[in-house]
């Protein structure tokens, strides 16, 4: 079997994708979403398997007969690789690769193979090896279990079963070898990956003062559009899973001429694997260090009452779960049943539908993110001398001037302004701020 792990790219091959789902959960069970991860990866889906079970094997995950069913469908469709929508063990993996005589993939493997070719930037890249790594690493032992561990001359005593210095094993020996490897390369990678977060964390930073907005929400959702449509970023688009997996940073002039700070990040999907999120963390900085994150949600897909749980699960991984969140409803034009919007608007009474690619709803959009920025609004009284025009331009961008009082070379100006803009008031140096209500 060692042939078939070789390689554990699966594209321009003839898949067979399987989910077995334990009774009396609801998983979802159309394989529809690793159908669309398969074809990403760019494999033919030839066969589909599902199967309810009461427990799992911990041997094969799936029972002996449709396991052996497996493999009379991979002979029968020619298949290079079987994708299982579920977590597999290395022994469960092996065990099914003897069965099939096929390529076993679990959803993880299949992810990260994803995220390998989409990679293009360095930190990209140092992030899904890294990701491959700590996957791969509790997976050695099987992947060496093809070589012979050879016991020396201690033979039953405790030495001989390990196999003392210089009797062990090829496989062992190699085993050994490689876990060594791995583990400095892990070392490695993430020394490098913790320079690039300080120095992400240091950009963040420096952006103090600035309103900070990230974009989240599952994949393939709008998000990349969306940043085009607002500030002209010029990302490339495609209709594809995790089609971009780094990090963009625009200005966006927002309604009355406010400016916030836009950011893209990499999408969210169901079950995304814990490694995966850990060594994307300085993509993920942007949103943890955000003021407000719109969460981007396909209402045009079936499944968008789901996908957004998933996306709740990641953000509540990161710490996010507390952040102020607007619900951005993408897609509209496409919706097919509007009964499954009205069901959403319900539910989430101030989300705002836009549609990207039309620009519809985006003048909502802004606004929405404007009181937002601005928060609850304050009537204030402001006094400063006339040699502090910064004061005043602030308050005409920012706010609403009420009443204007000039005497003696000072100003005192009733305005109506948000509550989150009372630290960039404070930081121009007016002499006196009232709040009047």
Known sequence: MEKLRQTLKVRKERAILVA??????????DLFELTALAESAGAIV?????QKIRKLHPGRYIGKGKAEQL?????RFRADVVIFDNELSPRQIHELEKITKTKVLDRSELILDIFATRAKTKQAKLQVELAQLEYTYPRLTRMWSHLDSVAGAGGATAAGVVGGIGTRGPGEQQLEI???????????????????DKRKIREINGRKGQFKVGLVGYTNAGKSTLLNTLTNAGVVVEDRLFATLDTRTKK??????????LSDTVGFIKN??????????????EAINADLLLHIVDVSNPEASGQIESVNKVLAEIGCSEKPTLKVFNKIDAVKKIDDLETLQTVFADAVCISAKTGLGLEQLSRAVLDKYKGAELLLRVGFSQSKGKVQSFL????????????????VID?????NQLGGLKRLGAESIEIVN
């Open 252 to 261: 966006w002039v927002l309604a009355g001429g406010a400016e916030a700070l």
């Open 178 to 196: 490689d876990r060594r490897l791995v583990n400095k390369r892990i070392a490695e990678l993430k020394g490098e990956l913790a320079t690039i």
């Open 396 to 411: 005409r961008a920012y706010g609403t001037i009420v009443r204007e009082t000039y005497r003696d070379g000072c100003v």
């Open 272 to 285: 995304l694997p814990h490694h995966l999120v850990a060594s994307f963390k300085a993509t993920l900085e």
């Open 20 to 29: 077995a789902i334990l009774h009396g959960r609801n998983e979802g069970d």
């Open 415 to 419: 305005a109506k302004l948000g509550r």
């Open 71 to 75: 493999a009379e469908r991979a002979r």
């Open 46 to 50: 030839v066969d589909r398997l599902q």
